[in-house]
């Protein structure tokens, strides 16, 4: 049993024999090659709108270059303060943007409330050289804490960067779990809400090694295609990584995979949840669940060879995928049920 990531996943046979696929011709380099240019139009198609994508080797390499795109230097970007692009990613977005500034705010289940947005913008000094300047915020959908931001308070972040004149980029590392829950279009949740740019993931849910960076902002897309050629993210045989992103979104292969992955996630908040002492800490909106358990649970859980997450106070957090069964998601609920006095 292994609930510790979504990274340590096997990858869809579908993205396997979309590269095996890829693999009879030689084909341009760089991204001129045809798959390449048939995930701009699949893209377009499926956001409803001109998109350009730009497939990248991990989730960080696409927050921190499409935030680099987004401010200046002296710019501040401000995001939750539990954001992976925060916690979680060695400094790399203040690294490429040239130190611009990230701002941690709080906010309940992980989520940026649009209200604390707008007192941080009314607080920023514009005009003051001491000060760093507003360019940016980010959000993560769904959240480091596995909740999913609704289409509104999507929206009133969108309204509030537009009205401040700041861009808009969203860490969709777990786009399709989100977008599964909500049960909307990608456009709904993305650049109808006013997101400039999207990290579009891939890996967690199926990919091999790809993962995306969505432009919606056509004065972006200049800028991040030199970015990610210093960055060495400009893969020559780009047609490799292209050829996943079209096997995860035709047919819905992404949304399919998601769905799987957040079913066995709510079946095993809904059961544990039912146990005496149990207690979700956070709402299960996708494919992780963080829970409070009584020690002797823990330990079983432990003992039996499962992979989880600690958290302080008596906290796990459990991580669902695609390529899990129903039966381990039992095993672990009876593991847990029998550890119960
Ligand atoms: C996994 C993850 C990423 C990307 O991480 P990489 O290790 O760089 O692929 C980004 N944001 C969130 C919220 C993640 O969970």
Same mark, same amino acid.
């Given at each position: ?6 990274n340590?996943g096997?990858a869809?046979p579908?993205?396997? $024999? ?5 693999? $009879?011709?030689p084909?341009?380099?760089?991204g001129?090659?045809d #798959? ?15 998109v350009?994508?730009?497939p ?15 401010? $200046?230097?002296?710019?501040?970007i401000?995001?939750h303060?539990?954001? &992976?692009? &925060? %916690? ?6 203040e690294? #490429?943007?040239?130190?611009a500034?990230?701002?941690a705010?709080?906010?309940?289940? #992980? ?15 514009r005009? !003051? /050289? ?8 980010? !959000? %993560?959908q769904a ?6 931001y609704?289409r509104?308070?999507i929206?009133a972040i969108?309204?509030l ?6 861009r808009f980029?969203?860490d ?9 829950t ?6 709904e ?19 091999m ?23 060495g ?5 780009m047609?490799?990584?292209s ?10 292969? #992404?949304? /399919?995979?998601?769905r ?9 908040g ?12 956070a ?29 302080r ?5 459990l991580?669902?995928r ?7 998601a ?6 847990v ?5």
């Amino acid at each position: 049993m292994n609930f510790r990531s979504d990274n340590v996943g096997t990858a869809s046979p579908e993205i396997l $024999r979309a590269v095996e696929a890829a693999n $009879r011709d030689p084909a341009a380099s760089y991204g001129d090659d045809d #798959y390449s240019a048939a995930v701009n139009d699949a893209f377009s198609a499926l956001f409803e709108a001109p998109v350009t994508v730009f497939p990248v080797a991990t989730g960080t390499a696409a927050n921190a270059l499409s935030l680099a795109c987004c401010a $200046r230097p002296w710019g501040a970007i401000y995001c939750h303060q539990e954001a &992976h692009v &925060h %916690t979680s990613e060695g400094g790399a977005t203040e690294f #490429y943007s040239g130190g611009a500034k990230l701002v941690a705010l709080p906010g309940e289940n #992980y989520k940026l409330p649009a209200a604390t947005l707008r007192d941080a913008l009314a607080a920023a000094e514009r005009g !003051i /050289r001491n000060r760093s300047q507003p360019d940016a915020v980010t !959000i %993560t959908q769904a959240s480091e804490y596995g909740t999913v931001y609704r289409r509104e308070e999507i929206a009133a972040i969108g309204a509030l960067a537009r009205e401040a004149g700041i861009r808009f980029h969203m860490d969709g590392a777990r786009f399709a779990n989100a977008l599964a829950t909500l049960g909307c279009s990608p456009a709904e949740m993305t650049w109808r809400a006013g997101v400039d740019i999207l990290s579009f993931g891939v890996t967690k849910n199926g990919g091999m090694n790809a993962d995306a960076i969505v432009v919606f902002d056509a004065d972006l897309v200049e800028p991040l295609s030199y970015r990610l050629r210093r960055a060495g993210q400009t893969w020559s045989k780009m047609r490799f990584a292209s050829a996943q992103l079209l096997a995860y979104v035709q047919d819905d292969l #992404y949304l /399919r995979l998601a769905r799987h992955s957040n079913a066995i996630a709510a079946r095993i908040g809904q059961e544990l949840a039912a146990l005496p002492g149990v207690e979700l800490a956070a709402p299960v909106d996708g494919n992780m669940l963080f829970l409070r358990l009584p020690d002797p649970a823990i330990q079983a859980i432990a003992a039996a060879g499962a992979r989880f997450g600690r958290r302080r106070g008596g906290v796990i957090r459990l991580v669902t995928r695609f390529d899990m069964d129903e039966a381990e998601a039992a095993t672990l609920v009876d593991i847990v049920r029998r550890a119960l006095p």
